[in-house]
């Protein structure tokens, strides 16, 4: 299991690792019924505090990702596929605005972008 | 209890300061108390001995460095002034058995003629010892250091004075001319001062900010 | 128990200072760091908790007792750090080790044993020969060999070696992995605690300023920097603490969005670190 938080970042390190959490959880990397770190021991692993870690599973527990049961640990909850899908295609969504908005600051156009895609479709 | 004497005893003879001062402080009170009789030195130097190193373990703990580990330690300050009263009866014997050795010594080799055991002299120096840390416990506790070593100054060099007076003018000194240092009263007021001044340094101790 | 350490509205008048009504609560299973400048008040607050000064208002709870009615049973439970130059500096470890280790109910010659290899402490070395970082280690392992529930320590890190502290905090985060005991921390090296506390309780001139998660103080707080042509007095007003050079203005701020409405893009805002806090709130 891979988290990397930033100090210097502007994003909260709980939503760094609320993020990276449903990223493995959506990539499939970490799948139903699989076991989380407890929030100590991440707390201590990442040198962050434990209300932090403890927020970051709380959000994942809101979202659905994760269960959390008590005097066990939390896990990894069974993901609804459609769910699964609706929030991929958020963060292609997400991405894509992103590149939208980058290719207006240049003054590229619709087609420029068009061109791109089609070609890194073909050689991805 | 036990690990609170266990500790002055070792720092009693840690300290080069402390070990110097027993080392040098016999010798310095022959010199000083020339008495007509050797039990009256031998007597000066259990009393002053054994409430020297009682004050010393006292003033440590109650206000010197080692205050704030003391009384961060589950013991209660009434327990510390307590176990400190008490202990003094252990420097008692600390100073007896240490007095005997080394006047031993000196008897064996000549320097002089000193009395090197004394029951007699053993149970007046207890209520006189016991007299003069009821006054001089309670003082390091009320007052600020400074003060109180002024006092303990005062009492100290009052006894030694009292003592070499008592030595130059034997039955005509003025101490025997107070009635009440004879015989059974003094232990009694004794007990009665060192009771009190455990209570008033209880309450006091309480109250004090280290 | 709800709460592993209480101060409600503590008082305590000296000639030239005072502590004024300060309160905090600590939740046990987390780390508060207590921070303020030189003479704010942390040391003597914690004295007041240890009652070593006599309070003269306000109430102390420890494990939701009161501090003086069951002061025996509270210091057994507490594992405490000073300042180095209160230690029986003619003693060795083991002789400070048998004396202390006869007052606790608890005492643990193992875990103490595990201590003192695991940072390289000599048994029989005399206190006065320990260095500064090693005397605090010592003092360290005592306060965790008896199973105490709170770890209270006062400026245990001031003249210590950066990697020294990462060692420290490294041990900190083991004993915290056990959620029933706390650690309540007074520095005023603030970088310490931007890793590990919690909680942060910034204490100045006797008076608390805030008692907060840290998360949430890291995000409250901001430093705006901007060009001097943007300040006028109205905007000087609304900083918590403000220096103004020729070359522009930098400056603390607990109102982010006022700012990022009122001046966008024309300010340069970055995360403000507890020490920047600190400083600007002091000196404003």
């Known amino acids: 299991m891979r988290i990397i938080v930033s100090n210097s970042s502007n994003e909260p390190i709980y939503e760094q690792i609320s993020k990276q959490i449903k990223g493995m959880i959506l990539k499939g990397e970490l799948k139903e019924g699989d076991l989380l770190p407890s929030i100590r021991g991440l ?15 709380d959000e994942l527990e809101k979202e659905g990702f994760i269960q959390t049961v008590q005097g066990k640990g939390s896990y990894v909850a069974g993901q609804n596929k459609e769910l699964m899908r609706e929030k991929k295609l958020k963060i292609i969504e997400d991405k894509l605005i992103e590149v939208v908005r980058e290719s207006k600051l240049l003054d ?17 | 209890m036990l690990a609170v004497l266990k500790k002055d005893l070792i720092l009693l003879i840690s300290n080069k300061r402390e070990l110097i001062f027993m080392l040098f402080y016999i010798p310095f009170l022959i010199f000083t108390v020339d008495s007509y009789d050797p039990k009256m030195l031998y007597f000066t130097i259990i009393v002053t001995f054994a409430y020297l190193t009682s004050l010393s373990s006292f003033y440590h703990d109650i206000d010197g460095k080692g205050k704030y580990i003391l009384n961060s330690l589950p013991i209660t300050a009434r327990r510390i002034v307590l176990y400190k009263y008490a202990s003094i009866f252990f420097h008692l014997v600390i100073s007896i058995v240490y007095a005997g050795i080394y006047l031993w010594i000196i008897n064996l080799a000549g320097i002089t003629i000193v009395d090197y055991f004394n029951i007699e002299m ?27 070593q002024i006092i303990n100054m005062l009492v100290f060099l009052g006894f030694l004075i009292g003592m070499v007076n008592l030595g130059a003018l034997g039955e005509k000194s003025f101490i025997k001319m107070i009635g009440i240092f004879q015989g059974n009263s003094l232990t009694y007021l004794a007990i009665i001062m060192y009771l009190l001044s455990l209570l008033l340094s209880m309450v006091l101790y309480q109250k004090k900010d280290l | ?41 942390k040391s003597t607050t914690i004295k007041l908790i240890m009652n ?16 003086i009615k069951h002061e025996k049973e509270i210091k057994d439970r507490i594992g405490f750090v000073y300042d180095q ?26 875990q103490f044993n595990h201590y003192m290899s695991q940072f390289n402490l000599n048994p029989k070395s005399k206190i006065r020969t320990l260095s500064k970082g090693m005397k605090m280690k010592f003092s360290l392992a005592i306060a965790l060999s008896h199973h105490a529930d709170l770890i209270i320590m006062d400026e245990p890190t001031s003249g210590l070696d950066p990697v020294f502290r990462r060692e420290i905090l490294d041990i900190l985060y083991d004993i915290i992995q056990d959620e029933n005991k706390s650690i309540f921390f007074s520095t005023h090296i603030t970088t310490d605690l931007e890793k590990i506390a919690d909680y942060i309780t910034f204490i100045n001139d006797g008076k608390i300023v805030f008692s907060q998660s840290k998360d949430k103080i890291l995000e409250s707080y901001a430093i705006v920097k901007g060009g001097p042509e943007l300040l006028d007095d109205s905007t000087r007003k609304k900083f918590l603490g403000l220096r103004e050079t020729k070359f522009g203005f930098e400056g603390l701020t607990d109102d982010l969005d006022l700012f990022k409405r009122n001046f966008g893009d024309r300010v340069l805002i970055e995360r403000a670190s507890l020490e920047d806090i600190m400083v600007y709130s002091v000196r404003g």
Do not use: C
Not at chain 1, 43 to 57: D, G, N, P
Not at chain 2, 123 to 147: D, G, H, N, Q, T
Not at chain 3, 52 to 67: A, N, P, Q, Y
């Open chain 1, 108 to 124: 590229l156009k619709y087609e420029e972008i068009e061109e791109m895609l089609k070609i890194l479709f073909q050689e991805v």
């Open chain 3, 85 to 110: 130059n209160y230690y029986y500096e003619d003693l060795t470890i083991n002789q400070m080790r048998n004396i202390v280790a006869s007052f606790y109910s608890k005492w643990d010659d193992k």
């Open chain 3, 1 to 41: 128990m709800k709460y592993i350490l209480e101060v409600n509205q503590l008082k305590k008048e000296f000639k030239d200072f005072k502590l004024d009504s300060i309160s905090f609560k600590l939740e046990p299973g987390y780390i508060m760091g207590f921070i303020g400048p030189n003479g704010a008040g």
């Open chain 3, 52 to 67: 070593l000064l006599k309070k003269d208002g306000g109430e102390i709870k420890v494990f939701g007792k009161d501090h």
């Open chain 1, 43 to 57: 707390a201590k692993e990442l040198q962050i505090s434990v209300i932090t870690t403890k927020r970051a599973y």
């Open chain 2, 122 to 148: 053993i149970f007046k120096a207890i209520p006189i010892v016991m007299l003069i840390i009821s006054i001089i416990f309670p003082a390091y506790i009320l007052f600020e250091p400074r003060i109180a």
